[in-house]
Every structure is written in structure tokens, then in C-alpha cells.
């Protein structure tokens, strides 16, 4: 890994949305436990402390001015934007340093405050579904995606709604140190490895309702953790401290399917994400936790009627045919 150090600048206001910021943080902090050398700084257009849109209070490290140049710089989200216009304090902090970082990138709502600087001008962008056709009306230079997750163009980089940071946060990291660390960070979290980019919003593992059990949902937590781990219905059972028949009843009467499907339905949206990120068929499914490709091939044919190296050329070309 690289022995410089990367500074990281988040960017707050009043009204900011408290797990747009710490959700990157406990990204970039997880990765300097990995060896990484992210340093963070919190920063206020005044350089006094805000207020989240919780009513939490947020310090600040100081404003902009005082802020060495950054490598990375993260503008967070908060339901104030749109609703609101973007002040000309926040708009010229975040101008600022903007034109100081090696690479911009916003979470949710964030999207306004770069589309209110011009910094989108001409750029692919994208922002939560329910807020992508006000920022296309609000700013008709940018180009929208609706349902992209998240977006790179060039060196500046969008996302969707708050969890999406983290999955951005992720892509930023992976960039940095490798795909491996990002899996790691991704696994100590306990979140869902990666999405790719272009995967929709409405992708798949986001349809659902998760489970009401919190039993089941804990299930979902262990195998994201550790998709390759031993997930028999005796072992989940013996860690949740049910019997297997209390655990295969609540997956019948919730779910209306078995422990082992269930399993088998987390590992095929890690695998898919994988092909998405472009790692072979074979290694995703090892990574997913599969026994064999022909295991993960089966699952691929019976959910969507295709192989999964014909999935991932469709998503290849997907990607290369898209503007910009």
C-alpha cells in the first residue's frame, strides 16, 4: 500500500444527513484498521459545529481555507437540498474544494450542492431516485441517471440514496488499495459487498422488504459476512440459538421458503454484483460461497433464463454503449 497519506475532506452543514457522513467514515476508518492511511478531516463552511438532521451536533475540524489540499473530497446529502436553495457559504466552500481535490464525490442529496456550484456541468450524474427528475429540471446540463446506484465521471463521482455511499465509498477504496481490501472493509462492516455502479436502484436484493424476524435478518448478515462459511440450516440454528425446526418454520412462515434457498439467494446477488464489478464467472462464484461454477450456473439458468458469462457480456455491453 501507498506510505503517503490520503486526506479526506467531508464537507457539513445544517440539516446534513448523519449516515452520509459517517457512513463513508466508517468505510475510509475501517480500511486505515487494514493498513490504509485515510485521513479524514470534518469541515464547515464557517468552521463551526452543525447540526445534523437528526438534531445530533457535528464538530467540525475547521473550514476549508484551513484544510491542506485534499485527495479526496465528499459532499454528503441531507433532506434541506432540494427543498432548499443551496446557500452562496456552501456553494463557494464546496467550489473551493472542489478545485483543490484529486477527486469529488457526493452522497444522495449531495448532487444538488455540486449541480448548484456548476460542477456536474456537462457530467453523468446520478442522486436517490426519488429527487433525480428535480435535479435533471433544477440543472438540465447535468445528465442524469435515475437508477444508477452510483456514477464516475472522470474524476467526480455521485451516488443514490444514503447506503449507496457506502458503496461508493467502497469503489473509492478499491481504487486505492485493491479489491481485496475493499472486500475485506465490506465483510467487517457486515454490509453488501459492493455493488457495482451501474447496477439499478431497483436491482434485485432492494425489492424485497428485508425479513420482520430478527432472527432472519441476522441470517442475511452472517452470509453477507462470509458467503463461503458453512450455512447448513443445524449450523445457522446453533448460532442463532433456535432448534432447526423453530428456524425452518420462521423461513416457511415468512418467507415462505427453506434455510438453504434462502442461502442460496444471498450468494446469487453476490455473485451477480461480482460479474457486474467484471470478476470472472468462476471466481465469483467462489467468492459468493458457491461449490462450483456449475452450482452457480444452475442457480443463473433457474432466476433469469441465461449463463452467467451471458449476463456479464449483456451488463459489458451495457456499460460500453452508454453516453460519456
Known amino acids: 500500500m501507498s506510505s503517503a497519506p490520503h486526506r479526506v475532506a467531508i464537507l457539513v452543514y445544517d440539516g446534513v444527513a448523519l449516515l452520509d457522513v459517517a457512513g463513508p467514515a466508517e468505510v475510509f476508518g475501517e480500511a486505515n484498521r487494514l493498513g490504509a492511511d485515510y485521513r479524514i478531516a470534518l469541515l464547515s463552511a464557517t468552521g463551526t459545529a452543525v447540526t445534523s438532521s437528526t438534531g445530533i451536533r457535528i464538530a467540525v475540524d475547521g473550514s476549508p481555507a484551513a484544510e491542506p489540499d485534499p485527495d479526496t473530497f465528499v459532499m454528503p446529502g441531507g433532506a434541506v437540498y432540494p427543498r432548499a436553495p443551496v446557500t452562496r457559504e456552501l456553494t463557494d466552500a464546496?467550489?473551493?474544494?472542489?478545485?483543490?481535490?484529486?477527486?469529488?464525490?457526493?452522497?444522495?442529496?449531495?448532487?444538488?450542492v455540486l449541480g448548484a456550484t456548476g460542477l456536474l456541468d456537462?457530467?453523468?450524474?446520478?442522486?436517490?431516485?426519488?429527487?433525480?427528475?428535480?435535479?435533471?429540471?433544477?440543472?438540465?446540463?447535468?445528465?442524469?441517471?435515475?437508477?444508477?446506484?452510483?456514477?464516475?465521471?472522470?474524476?467526480?463521482?455521485?451516488?443514490a440514496g444514503v447506503t449507496a455511499g457506502i458503496d461508493l465509498?467502497?469503489?473509492?477504496?478499491?481504487?486505492?488499495?485493491?479489491?481485496?481490501?475493499?472486500?475485506?472493509?465490506?465483510?467487517a462492516l457486515v454490509v453488501y459487498l459492493q455493488r457495482a455502479g451501474g447496477q439499478s436502484q431497483f436491482s434485485a436484493p432492494l425489492q424485497g422488504p428485508p425479513p420482520r424476524s430478527p432472527a432472519?435478518?441476522?441470517?442475511?448478515?452472517?452470509?453477507?459476512?462470509?458467503?463461503?462459511?458453512?450455512?447448513?440450516?443445524?449450523?445457522?440454528?446453533?448460532h442463532l440459538h433456535l432448534s432447526p425446526r423453530h428456524l425452518t418454520r420462521l423461513f416457511r412462515e415468512e418467507l415462505s421458503?427453506?434455510?438453504?434457498?434462502?442461502?442460496?439467494?444471498?450468494?446469487?446477488?453476490?455473485?451477480?454484483?461480482?460479474?457486474?464489478?467484471?470478476?470472472?464467472?468462476?471466481?465469483?462464484?467462489?467468492?459468493?460461497?458457491?461449490?462450483?461454477?456449475e452450482s452457480l450456473r444452475r442457480v443463473f439458468a433457474r432466476e433469469l433464463s441465461v449463463a452467467p458469462a451471458a449476463y456479464q457480456r449483456r451488463v459489458s455491453t451495457a456499460r460500453r454503449d452508454a453516453p460519456g
Open 94 to 112: 464546496t467550489r473551493e474544494l472542489a478545485g483543490r481535490s484529486g477527486r469529488v464525490a457526493s452522497v444522495c442529496s449531495g448532487a444538488f
Open 122 to 159: 456537462g457530467k453523468r450524474a446520478t442522486t436517490h431516485w426519488k429527487i433525480a427528475g428535480e435535479l435533471a429540471e433544477r440543472h438540465p446540463r447535468i445528465q442524469v441517471e435515475p437508477d444508477a446506484i452510483y456514477v464516475r465521471d472522470g474524476t467526480t463521482y455521485t451516488s
Open 169 to 187: 465509498t467502497l469503489a473509492l477504496v478499491e481504487e486505492d488499495h485493491g479489491a481485496d481490501v475493499s472486500r475485506d472493509v465490506a465483510r
Open 216 to 238: 432472519l435478518r441476522t441470517v442475511v448478515d452472517l452470509v453477507t459476512a462470509d458467503p463461503g462459511g458453512n450455512h447448513s440450516v443445524d449450523e445457522l440454528a446453533g
Open 257 to 293: 421458503t427453506t434455510p438453504a434457498r434462502y442461502v442460496e439467494s444471498i450468494r446469487f446477488g453476490i455473485a451477480r454484483s461480482l460479474l457486474d464489478q467484471g470478476h470472472t464467472a468462476t471466481r465469483a462464484a467462489s467468492l459468493a460461497g458457491f461449490p462450483s461454477y
